[in-house]
């Protein structure tokens, strides 16, 4: 049976696909460290550069004294919640301007959870071609049927609603907001509009986005003042945040909902406290101060040509992004070869990440370096 397994590693090796986890000797801001060469790391969702930051780090251990936990033991449902999980969830369904809020562990246990269950036997859900996959996996666990529309297609997704809705009881449209693997911006208001005109429910998935885009960083809905058109919007604390952690707000009855039917939420461990309350101190006291310099970071973004702070160099072939990777490594840069199944064939790329760190000389150094060798 092991030589069923070991055929495929074998095939993943000669196509240039074979994943295996890294070993780094530290991570300091934008730096990166490996085999005691100092990078510039340009692969992290650290965008605010407040994870493995030290005095913050310091900052919030003196916050928070001995009065958190290192271990919840137990799910939410079960004994898994203190205080501060509910302080984090009304945290955030205030500054949405939500009735309720629901955390999860992650970002993958959100979407896996909520399109699993969101839509049953007689409904639909419509979702873009390039959704995350965990949103493509928690459709696939619904008993729902889906439909995946072109990429920001909004004429072809119309044609869909048209031919398709009224075929169904419920009918679910999601989208993440800043496509994590190509950078652009899912056109919302015209989701807004399809939502209301097919009588639909919209989910938007802004976990790129909340840290990062808006006045008070609450995503790209919140740039467009449409939080209020959206039925249930996603977020992760382990990107733009540098904690760990998710959460989706909406109205009561949808997070009530999600409570008793999302079975990533009922059946796992909750995160520790600690962690929660790291969250809930970085969001109330450090990402309120961080505006101007993320605005900075997606000017950067946009003059390089992306519509927000991720950068896709797309290269085509698995071989030829890891050999890139390598070149920009002798360089003195960090990235990571992206190739299918997280991207669609002949497309492999290099992601820049962009933090609020990284400079304008930096970055436009290392995308002349894969221009030169493409």
Not at 178 to 192: E, P, R
Not at 259 to 269: G, H, W
Request: aromatic letters at 10%; one cysteine or more; proline letters at 3%.
């Amino acid at each position: 049976m092991l030589e069923y397994y070991s055929s495929i590693l074998k095939n993943l090796k000669q196509n240039s696909h074979f994943r295996y986890i890294k070993n780094f000797g530290g991570k300091d801001e934008k730096y990166i460290y490996i085999n005691d060469k100092k990078l510039i790391n340009l692969s992290s969702n650290n965008y605010l550069g407040f994870a493995d930051n030290k005095q913050i780090t310091e900052d919030f251990l003196e916050f928070a004294g001995d009065n958190y936990s290192f271990g919840s033991a137990s799910a939410r449902l079960l004994t898994g919640t203190l205080p501060v999980y509910k302080e984090l969830e009304t945290v955030i369904s205030n500054l949405f301007n939500k009735d309720g809020c629901l955390l999860f562990n992650s970002g993958y246990h959100a979407n896996v959870g909520i399109n699993s269950c969101i839509a049953g036997r007689g409904d639909v859900i419509f979702s873009d071609k390039l959704n995350h996959a965990s949103i493509i996996d928690g459709m696939r666990l619904s008993e729902s049927k889906f439909f995946r529309y072109p990429h920001n297609d909004m004429q072809a997704l119309e044609k869909l609603l048209f031919r398709e809705r009224k075929n169904f009881n419920n009918a679910v449209i999601v989208s993440e907001s800043v496509f994590s693997m190509d950078g652009d911006i899912a056109d919302i208001k015209k989701l807004v509009e399809l939502k209301e005109k097919y009588n639909c429910m919209l989910i938007l998935d802004e976990a790129h986005a909340f840290g990062v885009f808006g006045q008070n960083g609450l995503g790209v809905s919140e740039s467009l003042g449409l939080i209020d058109k959206i039925d249930l919007i996603i977020g992760t604390f382990g990107k733009a945040i540098g904690s760990m952690g998710a959460f989706a707000t909406g109205n009561n009855i949808l997070i009530d909902y999600l409570t008793n039917k999302a079975r990533s939420f009922i059946f796992s461990t909750a995160l520790p406290p600690i962690n929660i309350a790291f969250s809930k101190w970085i969001i109330e006291n450090k990402l309120p101060h961080t505006f101007t310099k993320r605005q900075k970071m997606l000017e950067l973004g946009q003059k390089a040509g992306s519509q927000s702070h991720i950068i896709p160099l797309i290269i085509g072939g698995n071989k030829e992004t890891s050999d890139m990777c390598e070149i920009l490594y002798n360089n003195g840069y960090f990235t990571l070869p992206i190739r299918p199944p997280t991207v669609p064939e002949g497309t492999s790329r290099i992601r820049i990440s962009l933090t609020t760190d990284i400079n304008e000389k930096e970055l436009f150094d290392a995308i002349s370096l894969v221009k030169q060798k493409k």
